[in-house]
């Protein structure tokens, strides 16, 4: 069965650090990425997506993901965290030979002490 | 430009009762999605409608139901409420299926007592 993979569970860095989120998906065929963000108390926000082309993605915030076919990845990143940072971030992906649904990963919960 | 609108905010109801949610999608958007996200078990996707038709499924018993009105706004029916259903509810909206941006509501919460 098609499913999205975040290893890790809880991140907890200082500021100025540098991010790396994993994600791995089990999708053939072509496949639709995202990575979401929930920020304590709101709502889920689309960060960036990856649909086709230059496979490194810009997203908002200074976020950026890289899609590795051979990898089956879509890992996160983020150069310097600040603590506005803190929130659970959840990568999804969508494909047609899936019913076209968008799957979630189990999130990743980032805290970023100040 | 208004987002996908949910009420009610929160909801309590006692166990064996229903519970109905409401969504109203973003102008222009055709299909929407509901997904369960209850604590520890991440998003769970539950059903999706496209032009008024129930396009998929998730892996939900069938006491949780739904349907899309022709203005394409939704209602999610669980029956038979029990503890473990309390969780945010969220619903999402896009434009018709393929490969478009899925853009989310604030969610409902439900809680079971």
């Known amino acids: ?114 | 430009e208004a987002g996908v609108t949910q009420s009610p905010t929160h909801l309590i109801k006692t166990r064996g009762q229903q519970a109905t949610l409401r969504c109203s999608p973003i102008s222009g958007h055709t299909s929407v999605y509901w997904y369960q996200q209850a604590l520890g078990l991440g998003l769970q996707f539950l059903l999706w409608y496209d032009e008024g038709e129930e396009r998929n499924r998730g892996n939900f018993p069938p006491r949780f139901s739904g349907r899309q009105f022709p203005n394409y706004s939704s209602e999610l029916n669980v029956n038979a409420l029990e503890l473990e259903d309390s969780a945010l509810y969220l619903c999402a909206s896009s434009f018709p299926s393929g490969g478009d941006t899925i853009y989310f509501g604030e969610g409902s919460w439900l809680t079971v007592v």
């Open chain 1, 1 to 114: 069965a098609q499913s999205v993979s975040q290893h890790n569970h809880h991140v907890i860095l200082s500021e100025a650090a540098s991010l790396e989120l994993g994600c791995n998906y089990s999708y053939g065929g072509t496949v639709n990425l995202f990575w979401y963000v929930q920020y304590p108390g709101q709502h889920l926000q689309l960060l960036l997506k990856y649909f086709s082309g230059d496979p490194l993605v810009k997203g908002i915030k200074g976020f950026e993901a890289e899609f590795i076919k051979s990898k089956f990845s879509f890992n996160l990143r983020k150069p310097s965290v600040q603590w506005s940072d803190t929130a659970e971030y959840f990568c999804a992906a969508r494909s047609r030979n899936a019913g076209n649904m968008l799957t979630f990963g189990g999130g990743t919960r980032l805290m970023v002490k100040p």
